[in-house]
Structures are given as structure tokens and as C-alpha cells.
């Protein structure tokens, strides 16, 4: 085993279907890529994407000399297991020291501290810079981990909070996706669900920030504003994009996912593609988007992406009134319909995702997303809807002013989402409905949007039998 500086690992059960988040931030490899480039030795491990007995994390620590083990506690769903991991790692190796980080972990710092002695440090915000100093800081005592940008720790017994001074500036994520990408030790880092990997496709992030705040996000411009230190936004160019895809492609990962919509501009999108058309790279793309895609980009779409590809839009509610509340970006919905039609006719795969228990949202709303999806299907004559569960974020305008949604919350604290359950463990309750009610309707959404599609001349026929 090569010596290492530091060892991040990504938390979950090997060899297991039951991991809620299977696949690792991307934030970790471009640290890794960050490090690498000054000198500093690292390498990645993803635990649910592992063997069962792939990794012996104890003796991988002892046998490289890892003073640091980073472990994301980036979506609030592993938290749990980044707590648990960092005490289990205490346990077998005392002298090792723990850092979490992520979004999770950035809002619940100093709670973080007090309450998981296993813990050793927190980087709050963008990771690059902060790991490096510390790692370089780690063993040189107080003086210098107070110098350490970001970084949240103990001193004296006491929970120290460091300045956030340090965000990814747009230049600052040139580094190439692939770089980071060698330094996993995963002995696949292509399964199906996997290191980067969901459902086959590659997770790419192509920015930081956002220029929204919809109501259930964690992840929108006030949290990274308030929580992360960032003031604006980081995005690659299109043409680094383009080099990075083509990586991707070059590597073996040929279907890439781009989850993160931060502008409401198609500009850099516009500009990847027509990029990826000119070089003639055609990777299966699925692209999500929180407004609705012009005409202009679904062509350049059907143009660039190969044969599978799929755009994801975002609705959250068929009520127009309750997606105007809580969307940063609002349409109507004959202006969704429009572009549904307009994607069919350029054989553009356009999926719309649905939520219920947004906050504002009454029966009648209710019954409005279930006669959208209807009309959606009448009219395009094939089901476009999906349905999404939506539990309660750490960070988003829901959890930190829940008196303004009118809202009851059951999680408040970072030992809270600790007690999560599974996937319908939504975490609050509205004046409408309860959290049961919650989750009632979002299992009939659900049904509603998996029953099969008729096809055209059948409900041709139904309509023409009398009453």
C-alpha cells in the first residue's frame, strides 16, 4: 500500500442494497484532484459500491500512514453513517484524526463538535483549499489550525469556528473530472450504482451555488450564502465541460447525468452542446432543469446527446399558485405543455417530476397535480410524469423559517436526522396536511404516474362508447 496523507471515505454498508445514498459526492474527487496537484498524497474509498470484504479500513489506515480520514456528511441521509464511521475509526485507530464535510455537515458544524467526540474537525463550505491547509496544519498544534480557512474544531475543550473565507471561484474548478478519478481504490468504478454512478449514469457537477432558493432545497443560493461562504456562483465553461464529457466518454462512462441547473440561463448549456455536436461526441445525456427548456435547447439537444438521452424538468406541484410559492422559477402550465409537445416533435425524451406536502399546498392544489398528470397523458398520449418523495433538508427556507411555510417541523437538530427513517420519513407537517397525509398522497401520486398508458386508438374508442 502507498503512503497517504490522507484517506477519504465515503460511508455505507458493503456489499449491501440497503444504502440510501450508494453513490459519493463529487466534491471528493475534485479534492483529490486539488490535493494531488500540491503534492499532497490521497486516495478515495466508496463503501456502498464496495465488496464485503473489499476494504479492511483499519489496516488500509495503519499500512498508508494516514493522519487524516475525511468522511462526507454531505446529503443528510448518510449522516448517520458518517457519524458511525467516524466513531468506528476512533475506536480502532485513536491516533488517526476525523474531518466531515458537505452540506449536512457545514450546517450542523458546531453541533457536530459537541456532540460526536469521534469527530476531530469540520470543513465547512468548498473543500479544496480548507483540506489542504489542514493537512499541512493537522500535526503543527493550535496556532496553525487557526489559520485553517473554514474549518471548524476544538480548542481547549471549546468549539472553534474559523472564518469562511475560501469558495471555488469559477477558474478554480478547471481542474479535469477525470483527474480525481484515478485515486479511487474501488476495485470497479463502474457499477451500475456506483462510485459516481447512479442508475449507470455518470454524476457530473458542472457548478457551485445557485441562483434560487425554492423552498425544500438545501442546496439553493441563501443556504451557500449563509452556510458555505458563497457569495455568487462557480461554473466551468462550456468548453471545459465539453473536455471534460469527452473524458468521461474516453474513460469508459458514456451516459453522463448533469444535475444541477444554477443559472436561469441556457447559455453555458447551449454553448456544451453545440461543443459536443461539433466534436462529434455523443454521450447519452440527462439533463435536469428547475425551468423549462426553450425551443432553441431542445434542439441543440436532439442534435448532441445519443439515442436514451432525456431531459428531467422539475414541477414539484400541478397548481400553478403552489409552484409559483415555492419555485424560484415559475411557468404555467400551458407553457409546460407547449414544450412537452415541442420535445416530441424534435424526439426529445422529456420527463416532469411531481411532489406533494409543498408548503401552501391544499386539497384542491392536490387534485390539480393528479389532473395535470392525466392531462399530460391524455395529451401527449405516453406518461411523462414521474413522482419524487421530498423529506425535510437541513438548510432550506422549509427547515430555517418554518413559521413563514406555516409549518410544523419534527426535525430541528443534526441528532434528528441522526433518528431518520426511510424513505417516506418526510419530517414535517403543513396546516393542510398531516405528515401521514403527506405521505398518503404521494403514494397515490405515485400509482397514478406508473399506471400503463392506453394507446391513442383504444381511448379513441372508450370515448366514443355511450354513457
Same mark, same amino acid.
Given at each position: 500500500m502507498k503512503k497517504l496523507d490522507c484517506l477519504f471515505v465515503n460511508p455505507g454498508e458493503p456489499g449491501s442494497g440497503r444504502n440510501p445514498i450508494p453513490i459519493m459526492p463529487a466534491g471528493l474527487t475534485a479534492i483529490a484532484g486539488y490535493l494531488a496537484r500540491h503534492s499532497v498524497r490521497s486516495a478515495i474509498v466508496n463503501l456502498p459500491s464496495a465488496g464485503r470484504r473489499e476494504f479492511d479500513l483499519p489496516a488500509l489506515i495503519r499500512e498508508s500512514g494516514a493522519r487524516l480520514v475525511g468522511i462526507p456528511a454531505h446529503w443528510h441521509r448518510q449522516a448517520g453513517a458518517a457519524a458511525a464511521l467516524a466513531a468506528r475509526l476512533k475506536k480502532a485507530v485513536p491516533e488517526v484524526r476525523t474531518v466531515l464535510g458537505g452540506y449536512t455537515a457545514s450546517r450542523f458544524a458546531a453541533e457536530i463538535l459537541r456532540g460526536c467526540p469521534a469527530v476531530d474537525f469540520v470543513v465547512r463550505g468548498d473543500g479544496e483549499? %480548507?483540506?489542504?491547509?489542514?493537512?499541512?496544519?493537522?500535526?503543527?498544534?493550535?496556532?496553525?489550525?487557526?489559520r485553517v480557512p473554514n474549518l471548524a474544531w476544538r480548542e481547549a475543550g471549546r468549539v472553534r469556528l474559523n472564518p469562511m473565507t475560501y469558495s471555488t471561484s469559477s477558474s478554480g474548478l478547471g481542474i479535469p473530472v477525470t483527474e480525481g478519478l484515478?485515486?479511487?481504490?474501488n476495485r470497479d468504478p463502474r457499477p451500475r450504482r456506483g462510485v459516481l454512478c447512479e442508475d449507470g449514469m455518470f454524476n457530473y457537477l458542472q457548478a457551485r451555488g445557485c441562483s434560487e432558493s425554492c423552498s425544500a432545497c438545501g442546496g439553493g443560493r441563501d443556504f451557500h450564502r449563509k452556510f458555505l461562504g458563497r457569495k455568487g456562483m462557480a461554473i466551468k465553461s462550456p468548453a471545459e465541460q465539453a473536455e471534460d464529457i469527452s473524458r468521461l466518454m474516453a474513460a469508459g462512462f458514456g451516459r453522463v447525468q448533469i444535475p444541477l441547473d444554477p443559472l436561469d440561463s441556457d447559455k453555458y448549456r447551449l454553448g456544451l452542446l453545440s461543443l459536443l455536436a461539433r466534436r462529434k461526441k455523443k454521450p447519452v445525456l440527462k439533463m435536469e432543469l428547475c425551468g423549462l427548456p426553450s425551443r432553441e435547447l431542445l434542439a441543440a439537444f436532439s442534435r448532441a446527446a445519443a439515442d436514451g438521452s432525456g431531459i428531467t424538468v422539475f414541477a414539484g406541484s400541478g397548481s400553478e399558485r403552489v409552484r409559483r410559492l415555492n419555485r424560484g422559477r415559475f411557468y404555467t402550465n400551458a407553457a409546460l405543455l407547449s414544450a412537452l409537445k415541442e420535445a416530441g416533435r424534435l424526439g426529445v425524451n422529456v420527463w416532469v417530476t411531481f411532489t406533494t406536502g409543498l408548503p401552501f399546498e391544499t386539497r384542491e392544489d392536490l387534485l390539480e397535480t393528479e389532473r395535470l398528470i392525466r392531462l399530460m397523458r391524455s395529451e401527449l398520449g405516453k406518461n411523462r410524469a414521474g413522482v419524487y418523495v421530498f423529506p425535510l433538508e437541513p438548510g432550506s427556507p422549509m427547515f430555517e423559517s418554518p413559521a413563514r411555510y406555516g409549518l410544523k417541523l419534527r426535525r430541528r437538530s443534526f441528532a434528528d436526522f441522526l433518528r431518520q427513517g426511510g424513505r417516506y420519513d418526510i419530517g414535517y407537517s403543513t396546516p393542510?396536511?398531516?405528515? $401521514?397525509?403527506?405521505?398518503?398522497?404521494?403514494?397515490?401520486?405515485?400509482?397514478?404516474?406508473?399506471?400503463?398508458?392506453? %394507446? $391513442?386508438?383504444? $381511448?379513441?374508442?372508450?370515448?366514443?362508447? %355511450?354513457?
Open positions: 483549499l %480548507p483540506m489542504l491547509e489542514l493537512v499541512r496544519a493537522a500535526a503543527a498544534g493550535a496556532a496553525a489550525l487557526r484515478g485515486l479511487i481504490l393542510h396536511f398531516s405528515e $401521514r397525509e403527506i405521505v398518503r398522497n404521494l403514494k397515490c401520486l405515485e400509482r397514478l404516474a406508473a399506471e400503463p398508458v392506453r %394507446p $391513442r386508438a383504444d $381511448r379513441q374508442l372508450k370515448k366514443k362508447r %355511450p354513457l
